[in-house]
């Protein structure tokens, strides 16, 4: 699914995000990506996302190099990647039902695909009763959970989060890491960035630790396999 092979990103005017981070998350894995605030972890998701290239090594996803991608071939690739951020970047002019259509809209969809998929995607987040909503008069739970929402709309096999509980209480935190859980159970690769170590330790699952850009723990090669299958 996921390879990094001695992968460094330098950014303009000299600074290292990532040094030589090497790792491979397996088709159906679910991982978080632990560490320091600025030790790397946006930046290896930005990487994996086609957000930003690498500037020495090699990002694989699903055996294709994602170094040497045209850019045409960008979005097609994202059709596959469902990718949640911190503060949601929801669109407070439309209902939660607009938003979370959005990727769907945009690739053409027949109108009553696109009502079966998002109320199935509302319904799976426990929002379908808000679908008439704004997203302004949501907690800021339900509004996390419209961002995910919107990022499994589209079926994706690939599942990115950044911090997506770093504006939560700890209860709220809970109930947004256990949907992350249910993609995975059904075969979604899930890779979360998270600071939330409690949290994670409660989870159980294998995790890649930054500092300073560099891979300083790998759980990965030592996870144990999960039973995947599909959500309709």
């Known amino acids: 699914m996921i390879e990094f092979h001695n992968v460094t990103k330098r950014y303009e005017g000299g ?13 159906g894995q679910m991982a978080f990506i632990t560490g320091h605030s600025g030790a790397g972890k946006s930046t290896l998701l930005k ?12 990002a694989l996803l699903n055996r294709i190099n994602l170094n040497t991608l045209s850019r045409h071939r960008v979005p097609y690739i994202r059709r596959n990647i469902g990718i949640i951020f911190q503060d949601h970047q929801l669109l407070f002019d439309r209902p939660v039902f607009d938003n979370v259509a959005l990727p769907l809209s945009i690739q ?25 909503s704004m997203p302004i008069t949501l907690s800021g739970g339900e509004q996390q959970r419209v961002g995910i929402a ?9 599942l990115l989060a950044d911090e997506p509980t770093g504006n939560l209480d700890p209860a709220l935190s809970r109930e947004i890491m256990k949907i992350f859980v249910e993609f995975n159970q059904v075969g979604v690769t899930v890779l979360v960035a998270s600071h939330d170590l409690d949290l994670i330790d409660e989870l159980d699952k294998p995790r890649i630790t930054l500092n300073r850009g560099q891979l300083i723990l790998n759980d990965l090669d030592q996870s144990q396999e999960e039973d995947g299958g599909g959500w309709q």
């Open 150 to 158: 919107r990022a499994v709309v589209h079926k994706p096999m690939l």
């Open 15 to 27: 600074f290292e995000a990532l040094s030589n981070v090497s790792l491979q998350l397996t088709d």
């Open 108 to 132: 053409g969809y027949r109108p009553q695909e696109i009502a079966k998929r998002t109320r199935a995607a509302l319904d799976k987040v426990g929002l379908l009763h808000k679908e008439k």
């Open 47 to 58: 990487i994996i996302a086609l957000i930003e290239k690498p500037t020495r090594g090699q």
